[in-house]
């Protein structure tokens, strides 16, 4: 995983990234490959310490970028 060590977010963050995260994982197509889990926790991750703060929104930066990645 990329270097995340210097982020810090408040439990409600921590909070909003893990219902973002779930959903992403969840709408993947089986089998979901670890790949694929480690690429999403990493955009949410960036685009949570950018700022953003939708759950909706996380979610869909990650999958978007899921698939520029597979291409």
């Known amino acids: 995983m990329k270097d995340f060590s210097n982020a810090s977010f408040p439990p409600e963050v921590i ?3 893990e219902v973002a995260f779930d959903a992403a994982v969840a709408s993947l197509p089986e089998p979901v490959h670890s790949s694929h889990v480690q690429a999403i926790a990493e955009s949410i991750l960036r685009a949570a310490h950018s700022g953003e703060r939708d759950p909706i929104v996380l ?3 990650a ?5 520029l990645i597979q291409r």
């Open 59 to 61: 979610q869909r930066l």
């Open 15 to 17: 909070s909003v990234m």
């Open 63 to 67: 999958l978007l970028e899921l698939q």
